[in-house]
């Protein structure tokens, strides 16, 4: 794009697409951009002579500001889909967060199932992963860690870290008060 004055408002020489698959983090999703980045701008500059700018449209722009470590608090009352993209968008920082017993546990990775319950319980556990309830739906933890410790499957962290049927997870920092 070309400069301007405001934050990225300058009209448009080049765009690419790319597909957001659903096992995207925002660490896959960060070396997908670049990698393809890379690729436009050296296009760009090979064809700069024949790129015709494109002003951006006004409506529908907006700002997005820094990630907070706050917003990385996980809130079991929200519907699974939002939680799946939510532990995605805080991978490989800051990481999803709830709490077990009063301490930290991150959640690097997850997967939506079909479950109910009480939001923030775990209500199974299928397949060495327990499943968690959501405000719709629930959520299958794939990979955990604990403070201290290293990134861990679930079937690993639950041979350290039991997590039987009916333990809740959140809490006031969790968004669970």
Not at 86 to 110: C, H, Q, Y
């Amino acid at each position: 794009m070309e400069m301007e004055p405001g934050l990225d408002t300058g009209p448009v020489l080049l765009e690419r697409r790319l597909p957001i698959l659903r096992t995207d983090t925002a660490g896959t999703l960060t070396e997908k951009l670049a990698d393809e980045g890379g690729r436009a701008i050296v296009e760009a500059l090979k064809r700069l002579h024949e790129l015709v700018p494109r002003p951006q449209p006004a409506e529908g722009v907006t700002y997005a500001s820094k990630i907070a470590k706050s917003e990385s608090a996980m809130d079991w009352r929200l519907e699974v889909g939002e939680l799946d993209r939510r532990v995605r968008a805080f991978n490989p920082v800051p990481g999803a967060e709830t709490l077990l017993d009063g301490e930290s546990l991150k959640i690097w990775e997850a997967e939506p199932v079909e479950a109910s319950g009480v939001p923030g319980t775990v209500v199974a556990v299928e397949g060495g992963r327990p499943v968690v309830a959501c405000g719709s739906g629930g959520l299958a933890l794939t990979v955990l860690q604990r403070p201290g410790s290293r990134r861990m499957g679930s079937t690993e962290f639950l041979k350290g870290r039991p997590l039987p049927i009916g333990t809740t997870l959140g809490g006031a920092r969790a968004g669970n008060a």
